[in-house]
C-alpha cells in the first residue's frame, strides 16, 4: 500500500529536500504528481560524481561534468516557483566557458531568499590556472544568507564596485572559505559587515600587503577555524570581545610580528603554539583578563621572540614573570597600563614571590624596559629592584609616569643597585 502519497505536498517537499537532487527527479517517474513536486523544490545538491560512469577515466570526468552541467542548466531554467533557498554545486572545472557557466547558476539561484550557498570547485587536471569562478557582488548583500561555503582555487571575489552594492550580510551565521583567491583586506571587510556570524573558517589564498593582516571577529562568533596559506604573511593582527568555545589555528609558523587582543585563554595558546618564529608580540588589556591565570606549564616558549609588549591593568609581576621565562631571546620588554583596566587585580591577595632561578632573558638579553603610564601598585618596588639587580646587560628602564595616578612615585628607584653599567 502506498501510504507516503497520503502524505502532503509540504511534507514530501521537505522529504525530497534531503536527498541529492539527481535522486530527487528520479521520483519523477511514479506519476506527475511527484513531477510537480520535483519542479516546486527549493533546495538543490549537486554532485558531479552522481554523473560517473565509473571507470575513472579523463573522458569520464569530462562527460560526467557535461551531464551534470546540461541537468543543472534544465533544471535552473525551468524553475519558475518557488524561489530557492538552497543550492550546493560539487564539481571540477576545466573548459573556459564551464566557469561562466558556474557563475550563470550563482547568478540564476540568486534571490531574496537563499538561505544557503555552497560551491565546491576544484580544478581539473586539464584545468585553467588561472581562470576563476567570480563570485558576484551581489552574493555578498544577500540579506537572507545564513550559510557561505566557498571551495577551491577557482574561486575569487572582487571588492564591491561602489558602495552602493557592498558587503551586507546581517543574517550570515555559517562562513568558510577553503582556498579562495582574494584581498586580505576585501576578507577584513567582508567579516566587518557579518553581525550574526557563529562560525567562521578561513583556510585562504591571499596575497598580504606590507601592513599585514588585521582581523577584527565578529561579537557573535562561537567557532574559529584558522589557517594561513598567504604568501608570504608576516605581520597578523587578531581581535575578538567575545569567547568561543571552539577554535583551531594551523600554520603560522612564518608569521613574525603579531597583535592578539582576545577574552579566551585556549584562543591565545593556540596562536602562541603556532608562532614557532615570532619576533615582535603584543598582548593587548583582553588577554590580561585571561592569561595570567594560565599555569605556565600551558604557555609555549617562544625562542625566536625578541619585542614583548603587555597590555596590564595592575602589575601582576608574576604573569610578567611567567612571559620572561617564556621568552630567553627578549631584549625589549614594553609594558602599558591601560587606564580603564587599572587597579583591577586579578590575584589581590598574591605577593611578590622571588624566582626560583633568574629568567634566561634577563640575565643575557634584556637591554630596555619600557614602562608606559605606569601607575604604582602592590608589589612593583620588589620587581624593579629584581630586574636590576640580575639584569645584567640591561641598557635602559624607562618609566613613563602618569603623576595623576601615580602621586607616592617612589623615586628611590633610582638608588636601588644595579648590576649593569647603564
Same mark, same amino acid.
Given at each position: 500500500? =502506498?501510504?507516503?502519497?497520503?502524505?502532503?505536498?509540504? *511534507?514530501?517537499?521537505? *522529504?525530497? +529536500?534531503?536527498?541529492?537532487?539527481?535522486? @530527487?527527479?528520479?521520483?519523477?517517474?511514479?506519476?506527475?504528481?511527484?513531477?510537480?513536486?520535483?519542479?516546486?523544490?527549493?533546495?538543490? =545538491?549537486?554532485?558531479?560524481?552522481?554523473?560517473?560512469?565509473?571507470?575513472?577515466? !579523463?573522458? =569520464?570526468?569530462?562527460?560526467?561534468?557535461?551531464?551534470?552541467?546540461? #541537468?543543472?542548466?534544465?533544471?535552473?531554467?525551468?524553475? %519558475?516557483?518557488?524561489?530557492?533557498?538552497?543550492?550546493?554545486?560539487?564539481?571540477?572545472?576545466?573548459?573556459?566557458?564551464?566557469?561562466?557557466?558556474?557563475?550563470?547558476?550563482?547568478?540564476?539561484?540568486?534571490?531574496?531568499?537563499?538561505?544557503?550557498?555552497?560551491?565546491?570547485?576544484?580544478? +581539473?587536471?586539464?584545468?585553467?590556472?588561472?581562470? %576563476?569562478?567570480?563570485?558576484?557582488?551581489?552574493?555578498?548583500?544577500?540579506?537572507?544568507?545564513?550559510?557561505?561555503?566557498?571551495?577551491?582555487?577557482?574561486?575569487?571575489?572582487?571588492?564591491?564596485? +561602489?558602495?552602493?552594492?557592498?558587503?551586507?550580510?546581517?543574517?550570515?551565521?555559517?562562513?568558510?572559505?577553503?582556498?579562495?583567491?582574494?584581498?586580505?583586506?576585501?576578507?577584513?571587510?567582508?567579516?566587518?559587515?557579518?553581525? @550574526?556570524? /557563529?562560525?567562521?573558517?578561513?583556510?585562504?589564498?591571499?596575497?598580504?600587503?606590507?601592513?599585514?593582516?588585521? #582581523?577584527?571577529?565578529?561579537?557573535?562568533?562561537? %567557532?574559529?577555524?584558522?589557517?594561513?596559506?598567504?604568501?608570504?604573511?608576516?605581520?597578523?593582527?587578531?581581535?575578538?570581545?567575545?569567547?568561543?568555545?571552539?577554535?583551531?589555528?594551523?600554520?603560522?609558523?612564518?608569521?613574525?610580528?603579531?597583535?592578539?587582543?582576545?577574552?579566551?585563554?585556549?584562543?591565545?595558546? %593556540?596562536?602562541?603554539?603556532?608562532?614557532?618564529?615570532?619576533?615582535?608580540?603584543?598582548?593587548?588589556?583582553?588577554?590580561?583578563?585571561?592569561?595570567?591565570?594560565?599555569?605556565?606549564?600551558?604557555?609555549? /616558549?617562544?625562542?625566536?621572540?625578541?619585542?614583548?609588549?603587555?597590555?596590564?591593568?595592575?602589575?601582576?609581576?608574576?604573569?610578567?614573570?611567567?612571559?620572561?621565562?617564556?621568552?630567553?631571546?627578549?631584549?625589549?620588554?614594553?609594558?602599558?597600563?591601560?587606564?580603564?583596566?587599572?587597579?583591577? =587585580?586579578?590575584?589581590?591577595?598574591?605577593?611578590? /614571590?622571588?624566582?626560583?632561578?633568574?629568567?634566561? !632573558?634577563?640575565?643575557?638579553?634584556?637591554?630596555?624596559?619600557?614602562?608606559?603610564?605606569?601607575?604604582?601598585?602592590?608589589?612593583?618596588?620588589?620587581?624593579? @629592584?629584581?630586574?636590576?639587580?640580575?639584569?645584567?646587560?640591561?641598557? +635602559?628602564?624607562? #618609566?613613563?609616569?602618569?603623576?595623576?595616578? @601615580?602621586?607616592?612615585?617612589?623615586? /628611590?628607584?633610582?638608588?636601588?643597585?644595579?648590576?649593569?653599567?647603564?
Amino acid at each position: 500500500m =502506498d501510504r507516503i502519497s497520503d502524505l502532503p505536498d509540504s *511534507i514530501l517537499l521537505h *522529504i525530497l +529536500s534531503f536527498l541529492p537532487t539527481k535522486t @530527487a527527479f528520479f521520483t519523477t517517474v511514479l506519476s506527475r504528481r511527484w513531477t510537480h513536486l520535483c519542479h516546486d523544490l527549493q533546495h538543490f =545538491d549537486f554532485n558531479q560524481i552522481q554523473f560517473h560512469n565509473g571507470n575513472q577515466t !579523463c573522458s =569520464d570526468f569530462s562527460s560526467s561534468r557535461k551531464r551534470l552541467f546540461a #541537468i543543472v542548466n534544465w533544471i535552473l531554467s525551468r524553475h %519558475k516557483a518557488p524561489p530557492i533557498r538552497t543550492f550546493r554545486l560539487t564539481c571540477d572545472l576545466a573548459l573556459f566557458d564551464e566557469y561562466t557557466t558556474v557563475e550563470w547558476f550563482i547568478r540564476k539561484v540568486l534571490g531574496p531568499n537563499l538561505q544557503e550557498l555552497n560551491l565546491n570547485l576544484q580544478l +581539473s587536471i586539464f584545468g585553467l590556472p588561472d581562470r %576563476k569562478v567570480v563570485i558576484p557582488n551581489s552574493v555578498f548583500s544577500c540579506a537572507s544568507l545564513v550559510t557561505l561555503r566557498l571551495n577551491g582555487g577557482n574561486v575569487t571575489f572582487l571588492s564591491p564596485s +561602489s558602495s552602493s552594492c557592498g558587503y551586507r550580510l546581517p543574517s550570515l551565521k555559517t562562513l568558510e572559505m577553503h582556498n579562495v583567491k582574494a584581498s586580505i583586506d576585501d576578507v577584513a571587510e567582508l567579516l566587518s559587515h557579518c553581525t @550574526a556570524l /557563529e562560525t567562521l573558517i578561513l583556510d585562504l589564498n591571499c596575497q598580504v600587503s606590507e601592513v599585514g593582516l588585521r #582581523i577584527h571577529f565578529p561579537l557573535s562568533l562561537k %567557532k574559529l577555524n584558522f589557517r594561513s596559506d598567504f604568501d608570504p604573511l608576516r605581520r597578523i593582527g587578531i581581535e575578538c570581545r567575545q569567547q568561543f568555545p571552539s577554535t583551531c589555528v594551523s600554520n603560522l609558523h612564518n608569521v613574525e610580528e603579531a597583535i592578539i587582543n582576545v577574552t579566551s585563554r585556549g584562543f591565545v595558546l %593556540k596562536f602562541l603554539v603556532e608562532f614557532r618564529w615570532l619576533r615582535s608580540l603584543v598582548l593587548g588589556n583582553l588577554v590580561f583578563t585571561c592569561l595570567p591565570q594560565a599555569p605556565p606549564d600551558l604557555i609555549p /616558549e617562544l625562542t625566536s621572540l625578541r619585542r614583548l609588549e603587555l597590555a596590564v591593568g595592575c602589575f601582576d609581576t608574576r604573569y610578567i614573570m611567567n612571559m620572561l621565562e617564556k621568552c630567553p631571546m627578549l631584549k625589549v620588554l614594553v609594558i602599558v597600563f591601560i587606564t580603564d583596566f587599572v587597579n583591577k =587585580d586579578p590575584h589581590p591577595s598574591r605577593k611578590w /614571590e622571588l624566582p626560583g632561578k633568574v629568567p634566561t !632573558c634577563l640575565a643575557s638579553h634584556l637591554q630596555v624596559i619600557t614602562i608606559k603610564r605606569y601607575v604604582e601598585t602592590r608589589d612593583d618596588r620588589d620587581f624593579f @629592584a629584581y630586574v636590576l639587580q640580575q639584569g645584567l646587560v640591561l641598557e +635602559s628602564l624607562d #618609566i613613563q609616569v602618569d603623576r595623576a595616578r @601615580a602621586e607616592g612615585f617612589p623615586e /628611590e628607584l633610582s638608588l636601588l643597585p644595579r648590576s649593569s653599567n647603564f
